[in-house]
């Protein structure tokens, strides 16, 4: 005879524990402290085994009756339902360890010998203010689409639509890792593909017509303000490259002897090293530098501490005091200067020219170069820039003559 409701809430504890049968090996087993357990007893390969459905009320008689149809129906299929119980609550402890936050946590462990330490820190920013707050105690594999949408989106409300777009592009490496990893199934911030405004792009802004460049190198040789920035400011045209590279240089990076700077991977875009061959105006102003700052670590330390390079705004700033709007000069533009003078009027080699600004440049088979690659012709290069900056400081009608390509 199947137990009711109100029997249920009728049934009162004894001395000892009471079972009220409903059918099909479910029961209520009534403790002598008061507590209603359900419990369904049943045989699997020939041994009788118990599995408990939880508590009444917070299990309704519905609910226990609807347990143990499931149940049935896996022993009827030759599962045990014992062992299935164990492996969904396995599953989901596997699933609220693997959050959101602790796969993210773990493929930023994993880059980090990949990625500067710049690049890490954006990386951190990103997930702090924008991603973990809504999405850091989520399973990984149980966030979807829409609910990743609505977290981009309140990045883009607030006007943010670049860091939206880095973010939606955080997020899909992470998924990504929770893929390879098996800790997800698959990425849905490829699903938000075109569902963002798109970026407009600015490009860094940089004086590339020869005679203004020769206005901004004469206004650099002219700048009154502290004597490392000076030199900041006359070795980035020179050597062109990326403003935290030049501004983290240590000393023990240059190799005066060879006339060369190697920058170590860590420090690089691209986790390579890069090596910068020294022009004679370089090595010049270094070694000026050396006597005031070479006791230290830093080639241009900080100017509050010697334990900490120039902060990353310290070229732009003295750009600004010199009278170069920032959409007309940053230091990120004596890139775009070189990279366009070195082709469109010394006539250079692209792929000498990339490589010095450290892009990736692959062989015909495909692969990458060293860092040595082409280097006689990159030195032959870096003289010829400076010696051509030289002329344009001075005022020198500079008439555009194509090097000879090698």
Not at 54 to 65: F, H, M, N, Q, V
Not at 139 to 147: R, T
Not at 238 to 244: E, K, N, S
Not at 388 to 395: F, I, N, P, T, V
């Given at each position: 005879?199947?137990?009711?409701?109100?029997a249920?809430?009728n049934?009162?504890?004894a001395?000892?524990?009471?079972?009220?049968?409903?059918?099909?090996?479910?029961f209520?087993?009534?403790?002598?402290?008061?507590?209603k357990?359900?419990?369904?007893?049943?045989?699997y390969?020939?041994?009788e085994?118990?599995?408990?459905f939880?508590?009444?009320?917070?299990?309704?008689?519905?609910?226990?009756?609807e347990r143990?149809?499931?149940?049935?129906?896996?022993?009827?299929?030759?599962?045990?339902?014992s062992?299935e119980?164990?492996?969904?609550?396995?599953?989901?402890?596997?699933s609220?360890?693997?959050?959101?936050?602790?796969?993210?946590d773990?493929?930023?462990?994993k880059?980090?010998?990949?990625?500067s330490?710049?690049?890490?820190k954006?990386?951190?920013t990103?997930?702090n203010?924008?991603?973990?707050?809504?999405?850091?105690k989520r399973?990984?594999?149980?966030?979807?689409?829409?609910?990743l949408?609505?977290v981009?989106?309140?990045?883009?409300s607030?006007?943010?639509?670049?860091m939206?777009?880095?973010?939606?592009?955080?997020?899909?490496?992470?998924?990504?890792?929770g893929?390879?990893?098996?800790?997800a199934?698959?990425?849905?911030?490829?699903?938000?593909r075109?569902a963002l405004?798109?970026v407009?792009?600015?490009?860094h802004a940089?004086?590339?017509?020869?005679?203004?460049?020769?206005?901004?190198?004469?206004?650099?040789e002219?700048?009154?303000?502290?004597?490392?920035?000076?030199?900041?400011?006359?070795?980035?045209p020179?050597?062109?490259?990326?403003?935290?590279e030049l501004?983290k240089?240590?000393?023990?990076e240059f190799?005066?002897?060879?006339a060369?700077?190697?920058?170590p991977?860590?420090?690089?875009?691209?986790?390579?090293?890069?090596?910068?061959?020294l022009?004679?105006?370089?090595?010049k102003?270094?070694?000026?530098?050396?006597?005031l700052?070479g006791?230290?670590?830093?080639?241009?330390?900080?100017?509050?501490?010697?334990d900490?390079?120039?902060?990353d705004?310290?070229?732009n700033?003295a750009?600004r005091?010199?009278g170069?709007?920032?959409?007309?000069?940053?230091?990120?533009g004596?890139r775009?200067?070189?990279?366009?003078?070195?082709?469109?009027?010394?006539?250079?080699?692209?792929?000498f020219i990339e490589?010095?600004?450290?892009?990736?440049?692959?062989?015909?088979n495909g692969?990458?170069?060293?860092?040595?690659a082409?280097l006689?012709?990159?030195?032959?290069?870096?003289?010829a820039?400076?010696d051509?900056?030289?002329?344009?400081?001075?005022?020198a009608?500079?008439?555009p003559?194509r090097a000879?390509?090698?």
């Open positions: 005879m199947s137990i009711t409701d109100i249920i809430r049934a009162k504890p001395d000892k524990p009471q079972k009220l049968f409903d059918g099909g090996g479910l209520l087993l009534i403790t002598p402290n008061g507590g357990w359900w419990r369904l007893k049943y045989r390969a020939g041994k085994k118990l599995l408990s939880g508590t009444y009320p917070e299990i309704s008689l519905k609910d226990a009756r143990r149809d499931e149940a049935r129906k896996l022993i009827a299929h030759g599962a045990d339902p062992v119980k164990q492996q969904s609550k396995i599953e989901k402890r596997i609220a360890a693997n959050t959101f936050k602790s796969v993210a773990e493929w930023l462990e880059q980090s010998k990949k990625h330490e710049s690049t890490q954006k990386h951190k990103i997930l203010n924008d991603l973990l707050p809504w999405l850091g399973p990984l594999k149980e966030i979807k689409a829409p609910e949408l609505s981009i989106q309140r990045i883009e607030r006007g943010a639509n670049e939206a777009h880095r973010a939606l592009r955080l997020s899909s490496k992470v998924f990504l890792y893929i390879v990893t098996g800790r199934m698959r990425n849905p911030a490829a699903d938000l075109g405004e798109p407009i792009v600015t490009h940089a004086i590339t017509d020869p005679k203004q460049v020769g206005g901004l190198l004469r206004a650099i002219g700048y009154t303000g502290s004597f490392i920035v000076k030199c900041a400011l006359q070795l980035s020179m050597v062109f490259t990326r403003p935290g501004r240089a240590e000393w023990v190799d005066f002897d060879k060369e700077w190697t920058i991977a860590e420090r690089m875009k691209m986790r390579v090293p890069h090596l910068v061959p022009s004679k105006q370089a090595l102003i270094l070694l000026e530098l050396k006597s700052t006791n230290g670590k830093y080639v241009f330390p900080s100017v509050r501490t010697s900490r390079p120039m902060s705004n310290t070229v700033a750009l005091r010199l170069f709007g920032h959409d007309e000069m940053t230091g990120h004596f775009a200067m070189a990279r366009t003078i070195l082709d469109e009027v010394l006539g250079f080699r692209p792929d490589h010095q600004l450290a892009h990736a440049v692959r062989d015909p692969r990458a170069y060293n860092r040595t082409h006689a012709e990159r030195r032959k290069m870096m003289q820039w400076a051509y900056l030289d002329k344009l400081k001075s005022g009608d500079i008439v003559i000879e390509v090698v």
